[in-house]
């Protein structure tokens, strides 16, 4: 319980509840892969100011090693945002398909997990944030086909794409990998 909340987790968990609540209310006839997106972008944003403890000594008298901890703390906070983005489907008529909330819950985590490593725990939310803006602005005003593109627009990429499930998987491996081996920036 004093791990939960020396890293801000009931403040977090209100925050969310409270997010995912406003973001499914605005767009309750219109689930789609933008609101769905945006939903995961704020739920992980939320929860992943957490990512750092209060005290950087008493985190380094810890019995038990950082690296597990710190994964399981990042797959928390993916668990939560996947939740929080699959619970209108139980009574949406449009549904987003599963794969595109995990894939994007996915690379949005490793996101979080990088800028808690470059530039600190309380800043996790920044490049998830970032990507979104570049993959949205760059989604919106140009189309095509190209491997690049996909690569680039991968939050938005249907379902079975494999140039936007690769980029997911790559973002979230060195997120979880280098959140866990490195820990945040103090």
Do not use: C
Not at 104 to 122: D, E, K, P
């Amino acid at each position: 319980m004093l791990y939960a909340r020396s890293r801000a987790m009931p403040a977090s968990f209100a925050g969310l509840a409270v997010s995912m609540a406003a973001i499914w209310f605005f767009a309750r006839d219109h689930w789609t892969r933008l609101p769905v997106s945006l939903a995961l972008l704020v739920a992980i944003s939320v929860t992943a100011i957490g990512l750092s403890g209060q005290d950087a000594d008493l985190d380094r008298t810890a019995a038990i090693r950082w690296a597990p901890r710190r994964v399981l703390h990042l797959l928390l906070i993916g668990g939560l945002g996947a939740g929080a983005a699959l619970l209108p489907r139980l009574w949406e008529a449009e549904r987003v398909p599963v794969e595109i909330i995990v894939r994007n819950a996915g690379g949005l985590l490793g996101l979080a997990g990088i800028a808690a490593v470059l530039f600190g725990g309380a800043f996790g939310w920044t490049l998830p944030l970032f990507g979104f803006a570049v993959t949205f602005l760059v989604w919106a005003t140009t189309s095509s086909a190209d491997g690049a593109h996909l690569v680039v627009t991968w939050l938005f990429q249907p379902a079975g794409v494999a140039e936007a499930t690769w980029t997911a998987v790559v973002l979230a491996v060195a997120g979880l990998g280098s959140y866990a081996v490195f820990g945040n920036r103090r």
